[in-house]
Nanobody
Framework: QEQLVESGGGLVQPGGSLTLSCVAS????????IGWFRQAPGKEREFVAGISWSGFSTLYASSVKGRFTISRDNTKNTLYLQMNNLKPEDTAVYYCAASGDSVELLSSKQWGDFVGRGQGTQVTVSS
């Protein structure tokens, strides 16, 4: 069974940094585009960043561009999200998800249509 497990969340002060990881089991990530998504309390889940199967193509939401960096290590079957200069509005549960579609389509896919979906890791940005 395809499974993704996120880790690395926590409490950080504004301006701080965190690195999230997403490890796959039951399938190999190198066949898929992968994305990070987040959901804040009372809000819908939103696309944060995506990366192609090769790692050569990346996309970011405008709210995180220049602060977040998505990367992958297919030898470790792992996805990363480096988050710098964190803001209180970045507070959310962060999820990773894999898709056989191109990275450009990740932001518009229905959550239930992803091949693998994680359970999320909480990121709280507060002083």
């Amino acid at each position: 069974q395809e499974q993704l497990v996120e880790s690395g969340g926590g409490l950080v002060q504004p301006g701080g940094s965190l690195t999230l990881s997403c490890v796959a089991s039951g399938f190999t990530l190198d066949d898929y585009s992968i994305g990070w998504f987040r959901q804040a309390p009372g809000k819908e889940r939103e696309f944060v960043a995506g990366i192609s199967w090769s790692g050569f193509s990346t996309l970011y939401a405008s709210s995180v561009k220049g602060r977040f960096t998505i990367s992958r290590d297919n030898t470790k079957n792992t996805l990363y999200l480096q988050m710098n200069n964190l803001k209180p509005e970045d507070t959310a549960v962060y999820y990773c998800a894999a898709s056989g579609d191109s990275v450009e389509l990740l932001s518009s896919k229905q959550w239930g249509d992803f091949v693998g979906r994680g359970q999320g890791t909480q990121v709280t940005v507060s002083s």
